[in-house]
């Protein structure tokens, strides 16, 4: 007599459970590889909030998260603490060169020189206004500088002509690239020199 395969058993009757479904790839990801929410929401092409439902469904808790990183419209980045309170990454950012009683005073904004689309929050691209300075400036449009002037600033280069228009000579100009202890000159006619800073 042939038997016949159980096809009630309590396996067979699971659905088919997708890798973001399971508790151990989840437990995996997240503490053994150190993936966020996020990043595993990214691996899998689905939602951070889909995957905190499934985190949710097996208890699986790790370090409280002290902040969420937040994307404004205006392409600012925030980050928000649980309770609702928001730091924005550029005062962050300004705190390599500014005090924290100058960032974060009432009175004061954290401006973005360059004029740009988007969010850059460079030390090199920030000032801290006092907060009616800020709006005065923005208010007669000298609130912000040419890109050229804070990418030279960020990157070290700088260029200068010089001669006269009404020369018959042609004007000479120099590049200047500073990079670690080096300073490296470039000229128009094909000179090049390269020093050491003092």
Not at 25 to 45: H, W
Not at 101 to 120: R, Y
């Amino acid at each position: 007599m042939t038997e016949v395969p159980n096809t009630d058993s309590e396996t067979e009757r699971q659905p088919r459970v997708k890798p973001y479904q399971s508790k151990e790839t989840l437990e995996r990801l997240y503490f053994e590889q150190g993936l966020s929410q996020y990043d595993i929401a990214d691996r899998f092409g689905i939602s951070q909030p889909t995957v905190s439902y499934w985190f949710d469904q097996y208890d699986i808790r790790g370090e409280t998260q002290n902040f969420y990183r937040v994307e404004k419209p205006d392409g600012k980045l925030q980050l928000q603490t649980p309770s609702g309170e928001t730091v924005y990454c550029h005062q962050v950012v300004a705190l390599q060169d500014y005090s924290i009683s100058e960032v974060f005073h009432e009175d004061t904004h954290v401006h973005h020189l360059m004029g740009s689309g988007e969010s850059v929050d460079l030390p090199e691209n920030l000032d801290v206004l006092h907060g009616g300075e800020h709006v005065r400036r923005h208010a007669e449009g000298t609130a912000t500088e040419g890109p050229e002037k804070v990418l030279q600033h960020v990157f070290g280069e700088f260029e200068l002509e010089i001669g006269s228009p009404n020369s018959d000579h042609r004007a000479t100009t120099l590049r200047l690239r500073h990079w670690g202890d080096r300073i490296q000159v470039n000229t128009s006619n094909g000179t090049s020199a390269t020093q050491a800073d003092d």
